[in-house]
């Protein structure tokens, strides 16, 4: 049977939990009449969750996009160009979010809301969905920081295509850990068995937010990789995170401190406690030197960008150096 998501009268007879679980069809619905050119929306979709993926900005959970913001922001930049081509449409996502003023709301019906950032909005999204509510967003001042700068450089990589020997596939180059950041926190989960793993796994990472947010409250800004690593000198079935550190001056982490804070967080329940039973989780800081090597990305055009933001160096000769 056909339902109408839209009729006020329906909706009033949602829980909370069916609510939440009609956004996503509502909010798909609502876009397909809000632009102008379903084909160029759907190829700039595609084209700024590619970009996101590469640079490691794709990860709800982790403090970044979930693929709800970024279809809200793509339909954003074709209802304002419309006839643009697709490449154009690229280059004018990057050139409006890398400069948006972000304590005003994207909202695709061009409505006012009340959310600040004093309300811990840091990237306001709104639904464009009656009546209007924020994309919910795990985002921290850290993952925010890291989101505005890689616009930025998506800014400066496209803002003038004629100048220079342009090519698209230094948009989409992945995000350089091991040369950007020099301390990364280590992060590896083991379990008796795969399947064991797969649910301790599930669980920790539902947790992540929270040690997101407490490495912050140590003075210490994070980047947390979503990619998983195996660590083949364990018996164990395991997964492996690294997280880049962004330590204030003079900031120390205990690692044994982190770990016993998070754990309480982790077995604050009745299910958290009977999976940590054979479970392991371990923390630990590494050096860039003792990444794994899936991680080393050594792109020719990351190290020859203009400076945009923080914790990004470039070659004062650049542009001469690209050609």
Not at 112 to 134: A, F, H, K, Y
Not at 280 to 301: H, I, R, W
Not at 306 to 320: I, K, M, N, R, T
Request: aromatic letters at 12%; one cysteine or more.
């Amino acid at each position: 049977q056909a339902i109408n998501t839209s009729s006020p009268q329906y909706l009033r007879r949602l829980d909370s939990r069916s609510w939440k679980s009609l956004s996503g069809v509502r909010v798909n619905e609502q876009i397909v009449q809000l632009v102008p050119d379903q084909e160029k929306f759907q190829v700039l979709l595609r084209c700024i969750k590619l970009w996101a993926r590469r640079r490691g900005l794709h990860c709800h959970l982790l403090g970044f996009f979930a693929g709800i913001h970024l279809a809200i922001l793509a339909a954003y930049v074709c209802q304002r160009f419309p006839n643009a081509t697709a490449n154009g449409l690229f280059t004018m996502f990057f050139e409006i979010f890398a400069h948006w003023p972000w304590h005003i709301p994207v909202d695709l019906h061009g409505q006012q809301t009340n959310c600040t950032r004093s309300d811990g909005c840091l990237m306001p999204i709104v639904m464009p969905c009656s009546p209007p509510e924020l994309c919910a967003s795990n985002m921290t001042e850290g993952t925010f920081r890291k989101i505005r700068e890689e616009l930025m450089r998506g800014f400066v990589l496209t803002k003038d295509l004629g100048s220079h020997d342009f090519e698209w596939a230094w948009i989409f180059e992945p995000f350089p850990y091991s040369t950007t950041y020099e301390q990364f926190l280590r992060i590896a989960l083991c379990a008796p068995t795969s399947e064991e793993l797969h649910d301790w796994s599930g669980w920790v990472k539902s947790r992540f937010p929270y040690l997101i947010l407490k490495l912050e409250d140590n003075g210490i800004e994070c980047d947390p990789n979503s990619s998983q690593e195996v660590d083949h000198t364990v018996v164990k079935p395991n997964i492996v995170y690294h997280w880049g550190l962004i330590p204030q001056s003079d900031t120390l982490l205990d690692t044994s401190s982190l770990k016993e804070d998070f754990m309480k967080y982790v077995i604050n329940d009745v299910y958290g406690k009977v999976k940590c039973t054979d479970s392991e989780l371990t923390l630990s800081l590494v050096g860039a030197s003792e990444l794994p090597k899936s991680m080393y990305n050594d792109s020719f055009y990351s190290r020859h960008l203009h400076q945009y933001g923080v914790g990004y160096q470039a070659a004062a000769d650049c542009w001469s150096t690209i050609g």
